[in-house]
């Protein structure tokens, strides 16, 4: 199977051009996805297995060697972050066959879902800097077409803004990569790793860093440019809002992870200190909004931007304890945000309005609904024996190993604040006088809330497992540590 | 030549920005356009634009020019051209949902659904 890495991106991507032959065939459309869906995450999972019993695997397209053609690189980060995304689309999948109007499927849903799912686990494998770039291109446009679908005047509204944002972060990643081209005189993440290490990253590649920082920061939603974020994430309904949540931002989280370990380890003092600082305040400001907010969509929206910002401080101290913890959380936050807002999409269902003002002594009458929220909410806000306890303790060891007093500080208080956020929901929402709800959604409350179900319960298996995770994860920082692995496996002479 | 092609593509991004600060939809996504115009320069002018022949192998010829610069440019060009269509398109339908074109009254988030 030497073709392995690019099985994850050929089945989704081949399912969402034979999903455009028959659009309004709509149950086909559906089992189709689903069973597919289905084969790319067997697909990634053995692509783990291999990646942990042979080591990091690579595809050269056409055969070009490494630095002159593209390479897919699947080191066990990538694999994994492939597993977690293909594991979250399914979910998402199933659940949208229950929470979108028949109307709304048939209008190329599937077939963007499946080509968000190609650029995700595109833009995760590949080891060539511009055909990141493409992924993420692939992805974005996909999801242009899944935040307007619909069509109401605020999607339209807030699609304007959000496709603004893009094309600037776009044309602004182009440069980028321009510049780095101009500088280095190659594309390929393991050469151009390599030749920095060569001539000992001068200050104009550091100025090279801060720009992927603003690009990648753009999508990942760090500090001074995450304002765009809570307005659009608002606006789509609520399955796409756990696929946008729980892979986007993560999408540009990896591409700060791995340009900052891999390009530009050299000068820590200067990037990683701005990164660092910039996560802190990505933290308060996200708990600022989940605190400020009486909107269940708003409060894990805000919740996303302080979840970016805890990696990321993982991803700043940069000693290998932290960065476990960054990753540990990183696939704990897919997780868990895509549970979280496939939950609060079903409480929305009931209520038929996401203000909380309108919700109230749910746990009456859906007391499955109203515990399993409870057990997601203590796992995001990391209490043990919980998936995100983990990663947030890792993270914090390392900062205070790294002789950081403040960062480590600013996490542990902001857990404790998050957890305060998504209780309220929980007081408000299930707590309280009872009241009769006439949602849209209410007869399906079993359909959806399987799905959602499943995938806390996989959380909670990722929490107690962690001594079965460990390894996975511990090979998964090897080549962020040590980036001479991932050159060598990549450049390997043959 | 470089520094030429560099000047150009640096006020290129000034009236991009000039144009995407302004309030309407159009102006913005001429904005955008321009934008991506002085990236792809930009990829063009850093690969280093005439250091030798044609990248094409021929006799007698050893210095042959980066054709890398050229095909990166070529696949942002469709990227950007397909992107500006969609965004025109769904700037026709925002207008004709919202009647307005001015972002100035596209603001807030309070009167969502």
């Known amino acids: 199977m030497i073709n392995l890495p690019l099985l994850p991106l050929l089945i989704p991507l081949i399912t969402g051009v034979i999903l455009m032959l028959f659009p309004n065939r709509l149950h086909l459309q559906q089992t189709f996805s689903l069973a597919s869906t289905f084969l790319t995450i067997v697909a990634a999972g053995y692509l783990v297995y291999s990646v942990r019993q042979d080591g990091i695997l690579t595809v050269t397209l056409g055969s070009w060697p490494a630095p002159f053609g593209i390479t897919l690189v699947s080191d066990m980060l990538s694999a994994l972050l492939v597993l977690t995304t293909s594991l979250l689309v399914f979910f998402v999948v199933w659940y949208s066959m229950y929470y979108l109007s028949d109307l709304h499927q048939r209008f190329y849903y599937y077939i963007a879902v499946q ?211 960054a990753v540990f959380y990183l696939i704990h936050d897919m997780l868990i945000k895509a549970a979280l807002f496939l939950l609060i999409g079903v409480m929305i269902g009931i209520a038929g309005s996401s203000r909380l003002k309108d919700m109230g002594g749910m746990i009456k009458d859906y007391p499955l609904l109203g515990w399993t929220y409870f057990i997601a909410a203590l796992s995001l806000a990391g209490i043990p024996p919980l998936s995100g306890f983990i990663g947030k303790l890792l993270i914090v060891r390392g900062g205070f190993e790294a002789g950081d007093l403040v960062g480590p500080f600013v996490v542990l208080i902001s857990s404790l604040l998050v957890l305060y956020s998504v209780m309220q929901i929980f007081i408000r929402g299930f707590w309280g006088t009872p009241k009769t709800y006439s949602g849209p959604k209410r007869h399906l409350m079993k359909q959806l809330l399987a799905p959602a179900l499943i995938l806390v319960g996989i959380t909670v298996l990722y929490g107690i497992g962690t001594e079965a995770v460990r390894p996975f994860i511990s090979q998964a920082v090897d080549p962020l540590v040590d980036p001479s692995i991932y050159i060598q496996a990549v450049l390997k002479e043959d | 030549m470089e520094i030429i092609m560099a000047i150009a593509a640096g006020i290129l991004t000034m009236c991009a920005v000039y144009l995407i600060l302004s309030k309407s939809v159009l102006r913005i996504i001429i904005g955008t356009g321009l934008l991506s115009h002085a990236a792809h320069l930009l990829v063009m002018t850093m690969g280093g634009l005439k250091t030798g022949a044609a990248p094409v192998l021929k006799d007698g010829v050893t210095q042959y020019t980066d054709p890398l610069p050229q095909a990166l440019v070529l696949t942002a060009i469709v990227i950007s051209f397909g992107v500006t269509a969609f965004f025109l398109v769904l700037a026709y339908r925002a207008y004709q949902e919202l009647g307005t074109d001015n972002l100035e009254e596209m603001k807030g988030t309070d009167t969502h659904d």
């Open chain 1, 115 to 325: 080509f968000l799912l190609v650029g995700v686990n595109g833009a995760f494998t590949t080891g060539d800097i511009f055909n990141m770039f493409v992924f993420f291109e692939v992805f974005l446009i996909s999801s242009y077409v899944l935040i307007v679908l619909g069509g109401k005047p605020a999607q339209l509204r807030e699609s304007l803004k959000y496709l603004l944002i893009n094309v600037i972060s776009s044309a602004l990643f182009v440069m980028t990569v321009a510049f780095l081209y101009g500088v280095i005189g190659s594309l390929s993440m393991a050469d151009i790793s390599q030749k920095i290490t060569e001539i000992n990253q001068p200050g104009i590649l550091s100025v090279i860093a801060v720009l992927f920082l603003i690009v990648f920061g753009l999508k990942g939603a760090i500090f001074p440019l995450y304002f765009w974020l809570p307005g659009s994430y608002q606006v789509p309904p609520t399955p796409v809002l756990a696929l946008f949540g729980a892979l986007l931002t993560k999408v540009g989280v990896y591409g700060i992870l791995r340009t900052y370990s891999l390009f530009f380890s050299h000068q820590q003092e200067f990037t990683h200190q701005i990164l660092g600082w910039l996560a802190l305040a990505t933290i308060v400001i996200g708990v600022i909004g989940a605190l400020a907010t009486r909107d269940v969509k708003q409060i894990l929206i805000y919740n996303i931007i302080v979840a970016v910002g805890v990696i990321l401080y993982g991803v700043s101290v940069m000693t290998r304890q932290s960065l476990e913890g």
